[in-house]
């Protein structure tokens, strides 16, 4: 089957445990369409780059799922239908990345990003 990868912003004022519940729904509607999730995540509340339907945080979710585009289907049209998921994003991707997503590492685990040449000596 193939592999996908979900992100999805619900409604800043939900409790965790709500935000929580709604990827526990998700993940049962596509167990339900012969899906399954092979990872999830709770990013938890982050603030967003631009205001969406009034609200300027939101609680981030992703999902690592093996299921046909049809299960895919019925989970992203019931979430746009989901009065408290704001965004989704669904990418389709050739093998999940093994380990946590690059969000729930530390700042010191990311690496040294290096220099971009940006900074430094401008003055001459």
Known sequence: MPLYEHVFISRQDLSNAQAEGLVEHFTTVLADNGGKVVENEYWGVKTMAYK??????GHYAFLKTDAPASAVQEMERLMRLHDDVMRVLTIKVDEHAEGPSI??????????????????????
């Open 52 to 57: 969406i339907n009034k609200n300027r945080k």
């Open 103 to 124: 969000q729930m590492q530390k700042r010191d685990e990311r690496g040294d990003r290096g220099d971009r040449g940006d900074r430094g000596d401008r003055r001459r």
